[in-house]
């Protein structure tokens, strides 16, 4: 607590609620209201659970600010109002605003090639700009996978020159810059380094002196080292198989893509911002709420590190985060000047379905409906659709099986409600999941929150035999992660290992491909003569990363090297 603040303000701090008058409201309405905000968080209330701080704000007030359940329960310390938290991807919007400062002042421009800023990146054969990075355009492979791949743990410290060097190897994109948009927290890393090679000031530092010491956000800082001591900062929390809580704290000390550290009540400052535009101007404040486009011209729906939606009929800005334990949400309704903001530190929490719960609280009939009735169909018909499918583009793979009486694609929280005969919403979502040939089942199309649709084809080539599983077994390189890999057989299964990694299942597909329970894809490739040369490796955000086989003396060499590097 800083000594600066008054007696008052300190005594209201450390109780869990924040409630601000409004004169609009009688005290009794206002009860009613925070009463019902609470019951929503009932569950993450206790004292043996991680929970939430809450925050509501109506026309810029803070209206109501809380804190439930616990922010370390190793001391016994509860949530909060001013609790600080890790936001991940939250943090995004503050390095879009970043870039458009320096676009205001003439230093960049959206449309600049990256390479201009770094030109230590390959070239890709297409250009691909600032506005790409900031939009999810660009098709640039996932950072974190990456990482993955080349042997790193989830706990390892991850540095801001680590993902640099990891990006500046890679040779291919995952599509055409602008023709595909795909969520990427590389091209917010990059973003990040541009800022910082154009003001001669790093991102956390620029941000700390541009937008957050201007707009008051004096509990808002970018993490540069994770073992600095941060005031009231709250521990996260996962849970194990068995239901206990662990903790779950990222060691991280990137940033451009996440790493912010913050409260609820300094996002909601920032979020008046985004509605009056103070710092900025209503210039940079319209870029940050404008969508960005496709080569094609389709709208994607996401701004300046922004949502930029719309929720049961009402348009909406908003972003939500995960990493580690830490989930966080924030939903902004600008025509009803109403902004929600949920951080919380346990990975079983679904801020997003909380926000929205309150937003019902606080607008009522105002809001529509986004979500299609279910209805019936005949018997048999989900059964039929149950198989593996196939996305020749993004080389993914999606299963579904028939479970407990509804259809269920493996790695999708929520069944499969039937909405028509032929398409489904997934749980209470507004996904589409749609069949062509509904018999056959020859086709699946999936739209979740971007506007292209992925086509999928049902895999109808049989399974490989033993004697085929046999001629895969090898080891393989990829000088892109400079790592090499181990294609081992082990009860009747293939195994994909590399360093550090406890490696992952091959779950026969049909043909060649193979699919792992993390939900990646696995397919060998053959020369000319159909021999096996290499694999490729797919992800949602990693498409086709390119393994070469290598013959037994060369892996020898290869992990000689790798060990020296390390």
């Avoid at 999936?446 to 090898?474: H, M, N, Q, S, Y």
Wanted: charge should be neutral; charged fraction near 25%; aromatic fraction near 8%.
């Amino acid at each position: 607590m800083r000594v600066a603040r008054s007696a008052f303000l300190s005594a209201i701090l450390t109780a869990s609620v924040i409630p601000v008058a409004d004169a609009q409201d009688t005290s009794a309405s206002r009860a009613d209201l925070h009463k019902r905000v609470d019951a929503i968080f009932a569950p993450w209330a206790g004292t043996q659970t991680p929970g939430c701080a809450v925050g509501v704000s109506r026309d810029g007030v803070p209206e109501y600010v809380r804190g439930y359940g616990m922010s370390n329960l190793e001391h016994g310390i509860a949530i909060a109002p001013d609790s600080v938290f890790h936001v991940a991807s939250v943090s995004k919007q503050f390095t879009a605003f970043s870039i458009l400062l320096l676009a205001q002042e003439g230093k960049l421009s959206l449309d600049d090639d990256v390479h201009k800023y770094l030109p230590e990146l390959a070239d890709y054969g297409k250009p691909l700009t600032l506005s790409h990075l900031m939009h999810h355009t660009n098709g640039l492979r996932e950072q974190g996978q990456l990482l993955f791949m080349s042997g790193w743990r989830s706990d390892d410290v991850f540095a801001q020159d680590d993902m640099l060097k990891v990006l500046a190897k890679q040779r291919g994109l995952n599509f055409v810059p602008g023709s595909e948009v795909s969520y990427n927290n590389s091209g917010y890393v990059l973003l990040a380094e541009i800022v910082k090679r154009v003001s001669g000031k790093a991102l956390p530092e620029f941000a700390r002196e541009r937008i957050f010491e201007p707009l008051g956000m004096r509990d808002t800082q970018f993490q540069e080292d994770h073992n600095k001591i941060v005031p009231r900062r709250a521990a996260a929390y996962r849970s194990d198989e068995k239901g206990a809580w662990r903790t779950s704290i990222p060691s991280a000390d990137y940033y451009g893509s996440s790493t912010l550290l913050t409260t609820v009540g300094d996002v909601l400052k920032w979020q008046q911002n985004l509605v009056d535009g103070r710092i900025g101007g209503k210039d940079v404040q319209r870029q940050m709420l404008t969508s960005g486009r496709l080569n094609d011209g389709t709208e994607i729906g996401y701004g300046g590190g922004l949502r930029v939606r719309s929720c049961r009929g009402l348009k909406t800005i908003g972003h939500d985060g995960l990493e580690g334990g830490y989930r966080a949400d924030t939903i902004l309704f600008p025509e009803q000047r109403l902004g929600i903001v949920a951080l919380c530190n346990g990975t079983t929490i679904v801020p997003d379905e909380l926000t929205r719960e309150v937003a019902e609280v606080y607008l009522g009939d105002q809001l529509g409906t986004d979500i299609k009735p279910e209805v019936t169909v005949p018997p048999g018909r989900r059964e039929a659709l149950a198989g593996t499918y196939w996305n020749p583009v993004t080389d993914e793979v999606a299963r579904l099986e028939f479970k407990d009486g509804a259809l269920r694609a493996a790695g999708v929280r929520g069944a499969l409600i039937p909405t028509g005969a032929e398409t489904f919403r997934v749980g209470e979502t507004v996904q589409e999941w749609s069949f062509r040939n509904i018999g056959a089942a020859t086709e699946l199309s999936i739209v979740d929150f971007w506007p292209t649709a992925r086509i999928f084809r049902r895999v109808d080539e049989p399974k490989p035999t033993a004697a085929a599983l046999e001629a895969l077994v090898g080891q393989y390189r990829s000088d892109e992660t400079g790592t090499t890999y181990t294609v081992a057989l082990k009860d009747g299964k293939l195994l994909l290992q590399w360093l550090k990694q406890p490696g992952m299942a091959l779950e026969a597909v049909g043909g060649d491909r193979f699919a792992t329970a993390q939900s990646w894809t696995v397919t060998f490739t053959r020369s000319t003569g159909n021999a096996v040369d290499g694999l490729t490796v797919t992800s949602r955000r990693l498409r086709r990363l390119q393994l070469q086989r290598v013959e037994p003396e060369q892996a020898v060499a290869a992990a000689s090297r790798q060990a020296g590097a390390r």
